[in-house]
Every structure is written in C-alpha cells, then in structure tokens.
C-alpha cells in the first residue's frame, strides 16, 4: 500500500473591473486561509488591461455610425492554496458579487517517492 501524500493546488484568478470589490474578496480569501493556517501565494497583481469597445449605433447595416466606444478596465488577480482542499473548495463555490469573476484550477501534485 501506497501511503505517499499527494496535494492539491488550487489557483484562483479573480478579475473585476471593481478594484476595491475585487481587492476586498481577496482580502477576505486570504484572513480565511491565515485562520485555518493554508499555504497561500500570492496575491500576484497582474497589469491592468484596459478594454475598449465600440459600440454601432445603426439600424441597418449600410449605417457606419457608432456611438463612443465604451472603455473600462479589467484588474486581475492570482492566488495559490497549497493544500487544504476544503477551503479551496469553499472558497470557489462562495457566491461572488456579478462584478467580480472568478476562476479555479486544481493541480494535483504527488509527493516524493512515488513509484510508477
């Protein structure tokens, strides 16, 4: 019997175009994962990206106006949870206000060791 521990890591990319809303959950991530003493990286901040589109404003297709073109920004964010699977797991299903979008991805890491 193979007793090798085997750990997960769960990355979050959070991203919102709310920069408080979105440092405000990670904030609330990370007092979360100090309580229960998880491995946390991060938060990583990644640059801004500012998205700009435009807007047609016609009826038909022969109609090239266009209003402004709407612009805002996408602010990102990049956690790591090492282990405690639970709270990575409760973390991604928490309900997120509609502006702040969130993603997850579970890498399974085998410990030492393991025979193949």
Not at 50 to 61: D, E, G, N
Not at 76 to 92: C, K, Q, S, V, Y
Request: proline share 5%; hydrophobic share 30%.
């Amino acid at each position: 019997m193979n007793n090798t521990a085997m750990t997960f890591v769960t990355r979050l990319t959070l991203q919102s175009g709310d920069r408080a809303a979105l440092d405000g959950i990670v904030n609330d991530i990370k007092s979360s994962a100090e309580r229960k003493g998880a491995a946390l990286k991060g938060p990583h901040s990644h640059p801004p990206k500012k998205i700009s589109v435009p807007q047609p404003c016609r009826l038909h297709t022969d109609d090239d106006r266009h209003f402004d073109s709407w612009e805002y920004t996408v602010f990102t964010r990049e956690l790591e949870i090492h282990g405690h699977d639970n709270l990575a797991r409760n973390i991604a299903s928490q309900n997120f206000p509609d502006s702040v979008h969130i993603e997850a991805e579970v890498e399974q890491i085998h410990g030492a060791g393991r025979g193949n």
